[in-house]
C-alpha cells in the first residue's frame, strides 16, 4: 500500500535518512495504485482479474482459482474461496428474560468540565438502572431494568490529550500513552454506584492503562479502588477480545482496534459490513501482527473463531448497528 505507515518512517524523520514517503491525511489509507498479493510458505504472486483488492488484508485467509501468465509473475483470478463459517453454538432454551448493557468510547478526562455531556449521560444511565428514571413507556423500562444483569464496558474509558490523538493517527506504530489519573476516580464512583443491581466486566481499549498487544490483558483491578474485590465479586476486568456465556448463550467481542484497521486498510464501509466481513473470515482480528502489534502465539491462535457464538459485538462506532441472521 503506498499510504501504509513504516516503523523506518519514525526514523526517518528523527535522523538524517532520506526515505520516499507519502503521508495521507484521510483515515483511510486505500489507493488505486495498490496491489494484492498471495503468499504462502513458498512464494508470493500478484493477483489480478475477478478480485477485489481493496477488501482483503494480510492476515485472510483465503483460495484462488485461475490460471498463471507465463509471461509475469501474475495469477488471474477467476473465483475466490472463502473458508466454511466454524459450527454454530447450540441455542439454549431460554425461560426467563434477561438483558446486557454495552456501553464503549466513555473518554473521560478527568475534570467534569471536559466532559459534562459525557457525566451526564452516566449520571441518567445510573438513575435509569436505580428506577429513578424512566426513558421509554414505563412498561417497557420496568421490564428491561428489572431483568437487566450484567453490563459490559467495552473499551476506552480513558481519554487521551488532543495532540497524541493526532499522532496515533499518523503512525500508529510502537507509541505510549499516558492517560489522566482522575478518569480513573470518574468510572470507579458510576461502577460502585451499579454493583449492587447488576454485574461489571470492564475490557480494555487502546487508550486505556495496559498494554497495546493484542489479545490485551485485563486493566489492573486495583486502578478501581472503590469497587473491592471482597466488597463486590461480581466485577471483574477482563482481555480483549472478551468471551462469555450468560444463560447459555455465548458471547464474544472486542474494544474496536479491529473495525479501525479494517477501515484504515480496506474500501469504505460500514461498521456492520466490517463486523460481517470478520464472521465470515472466522478471525477477529486478522491484521494482527501486521498492522496491530500482538502477542506471539506458537501452537493455538486465541483470535480465530472456531465456533460461532450467540452474539458477535464489535464497539468503537458512532452509530449503534445490529443485525439477527
Same mark, same amino acid.
Given at each position: 500500500?503506498?499510504? !501504509?505507515?513504516?516503523?523506518?518512517?519514525?526514523?526517518?524523520?528523527?535522523?538524517? &535518512?532520506?526515505?520516499?514517503?507519502?503521508?495521507? *491525511?484521510? *483515515?483511510?489509507?486505500?489507493?488505486?495504485? *495498490?496491489?494484492?498479493?498471495?503468499?504462502?510458505?513458498?512464494?508470493?504472486?500478484?493477483?489480478?482479474?475477478?478480485?477485489?483488492?481493496?477488501?482483503?488484508?494480510?492476515?485472510?485467509?483465503?483460495?484462488?482459482?485461475?490460471?498463471?501468465?507465463?509471461?509475469?509473475?501474475?495469477?488471474?483470478?477467476?473465483?475466490?474461496?472463502?473458508?466454511? &463459517?466454524?459450527? $454454530?453454538?447450540? /441455542?439454549?432454551?431460554?425461560? %426467563?428474560? +434477561?438483558?446486557?448493557?454495552?456501553?464503549?468510547?466513555?473518554?473521560?478526562?478527568?475534570?467534569?468540565? %471536559?466532559?459534562?455531556?459525557?457525566?451526564?449521560?452516566?449520571?441518567?444511565? $445510573?438513575? /435509569?438502572?436505580?428506577?429513578?428514571?424512566?426513558?421509554?413507556?414505563?412498561?417497557?423500562?420496568?421490564?428491561?431494568?428489572?431483568? &437487566?444483569?450484567?453490563?459490559?464496558?467495552?473499551?476506552?474509558?480513558? $481519554?487521551?490529550?488532543?495532540?497524541?490523538?493526532?499522532?496515533?493517527?499518523?503512525?500508529?506504530?510502537?507509541?505510549?500513552?499516558?492517560?489522566? &489519573?482522575? +478518569?480513573?476516580?470518574?468510572?470507579?464512583?458510576?461502577? +460502585?454506584?451499579?454493583?449492587?443491581?447488576?454485574?461489571?466486566?470492564?475490557?480494555?481499549?487502546?487508550?486505556?492503562?495496559?498494554?497495546?498487544?493484542?489479545?490485551? $490483558?485485563?486493566?489492573?483491578?486495583?486502578?478501581?479502588?472503590?469497587?473491592?474485590? %471482597?466488597?463486590?465479586?461480581?466485577?471483574?476486568?477482563?482481555?480483549?477480545?472478551?468471551?462469555?456465556?450468560?444463560?447459555?448463550?455465548?458471547?464474544?467481542?472486542?474494544?474496536?482496534?479491529?473495525?479501525?484497521?479494517?477501515? !484504515?486498510?480496506?474500501?469504505?464501509?460500514?461498521?456492520?459490513?466490517?463486523?460481517?466481513?470478520?464472521?465470515?473470515?472466522?478471525?477477529?482480528?486478522?491484521?494482527?501482527?501486521?498492522?496491530?502489534?500482538?502477542?506471539?502465539?506458537?501452537?493455538?491462535?486465541?483470535?480465530?473463531?472456531?465456533?460461532?457464538?450467540? +452474539?458477535?459485538?464489535? /464497539?468503537?462506532?458512532?452509530?449503534? /448497528?445490529?443485525?439477527?441472521?
Amino acid at each position: 500500500m503506498k499510504f !501504509r505507515q513504516s516503523v523506518l518512517y519514525e526514523f526517518a524523520d528523527d535522523s538524517n &535518512l532520506k526515505l520516499k514517503y507519502t503521508k495521507k *491525511d484521510d *483515515d483511510n489509507l486505500v489507493d488505486e495504485s *495498490d496491489l494484492l498479493e498471495l503468499e504462502n510458505n513458498q512464494q508470493l504472486i500478484k493477483l489480478i482479474g475477478n478480485i477485489n483488492k481493496h477488501s482483503l488484508v494480510t492476515g485472510d485467509v483465503i483460495g484462488v482459482y485461475g490460471n498463471q501468465a507465463r509471461m509475469d509473475d501474475t495469477f488471474k483470478v477467476e473465483m475466490m474461496i472463502l473458508p466454511d &463459517l466454524p459450527p $454454530q453454538m447450540p /441455542w439454549p432454551i431460554i425461560e %426467563k428474560d +434477561c438483558y446486557i448493557a454495552f456501553i464503549s468510547g466513555i473518554s473521560l478526562a478527568g475534570g467534569s468540565e %471536559k466532559t459534562a455531556k459525557t457525566i451526564q449521560a452516566l449520571n441518567r444511565f $445510573q438513575k /435509569w438502572v436505580n428506577n429513578e428514571l424512566t426513558l421509554e413507556s414505563r412498561e417497557k423500562s420496568d421490564d428491561i431494568v428489572n431483568n &437487566l444483569v450484567r453490563l459490559v464496558i467495552a473499551g476506552d474509558f480513558a $481519554q487521551l490529550n488532543l495532540i497524541e490523538i493526532q499522532r496515533q493517527k499518523v503512525a500508529a506504530i510502537g507509541l505510549e500513552y499516558e492517560s489522566n &489519573l482522575d +478518569c480513573f476516580t470518574g468510572l470507579d464512583t458510576f461502577i +460502585c454506584s451499579l454493583l449492587e443491581k447488576l454485574s461489571i466486566d470492564v475490557m480494555p481499549g487502546a487508550n486505556d492503562p495496559t498494554q497495546c498487544l493484542i489479545p490485551q $490483558q485485563p486493566i489492573p483491578r486495583y486502578v478501581f479502588t472503590g469497587a473491592d474485590e %471482597k466488597k463486590y465479586s461480581n466485577f471483574q476486568t477482563v482481555t480483549n477480545p472478551y468471551r462469555f456465556s450468560l444463560g447459555g448463550l455465548q458471547f464474544v467481542g472486542t474494544s474496536g482496534q479491529n473495525l479501525n484497521d479494517l477501515a !484504515r486498510l480496506t474500501s469504505p464501509s460500514t461498521a456492520l459490513e466490517q463486523m460481517e466481513r470478520t464472521l465470515n473470515m472466522s478471525n477477529l482480528f486478522p491484521t494482527v501482527p501486521d498492522t496491530l502489534s500482538g502477542f506471539p502465539f506458537s501452537t493455538r491462535d486465541p483470535l480465530i473463531l472456531k465456533t460461532i457464538a450467540s +452474539c458477535l459485538f464489535l /464497539w468503537k462506532s458512532t452509530k449503534v /448497528w445490529t443485525k439477527i441472521n
